[in-house]
């Protein structure tokens, strides 16, 4: 199955709107995701798995309910990819909230205690691409307003989106 059945499987019970968003939220973190891999030819990136990466890394919205905290997204995307044949990408699911979550952190926050923070260069771009575009409005953020809102969550927090950025200027 690929990427575009993986999301009309998933994601057919989801209100219109909710979808368009979040399909639209998708294809902006992987035209954001290709730009930074064509600027950064000093990794190795393998560009079949970014792409499938961007695409599905949000999967877990389409499986929420009103009752399930929006952060559980990220585990429920995973456990969706692993069930479909996409584990060598699942974890980005979890991985790409925020700028990474730490084993405390997610302790805190609720979700299971493990380490969830991006590994992989592929991991790495997502997360980052991820954060200028949100979901609930048509807006790019800047990266002083990303930067603002990290710091409502805490300096190491935000010390880890300083790093992304820096690895992706
Ligand atoms: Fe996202």
Redesign the pocket.
Known sequence: MNSDELISRYCSSMPTKRRERFIK??KN?LRKSLNIAREHTEFRININKLTDMALL??IGVCQLTKETPYIKHGIIGKKILEKEGYKNIAKVCER?IGSGITKKEARLLGLPPKDMLPRTIEEKIVCYA?KF?S?SKDKVHTVTEIKNEFTKYGEDELKRFEKLHKLFL
């Open positions: 939220h998708s973190v890394h949000d790409h991820d575009y979901k």
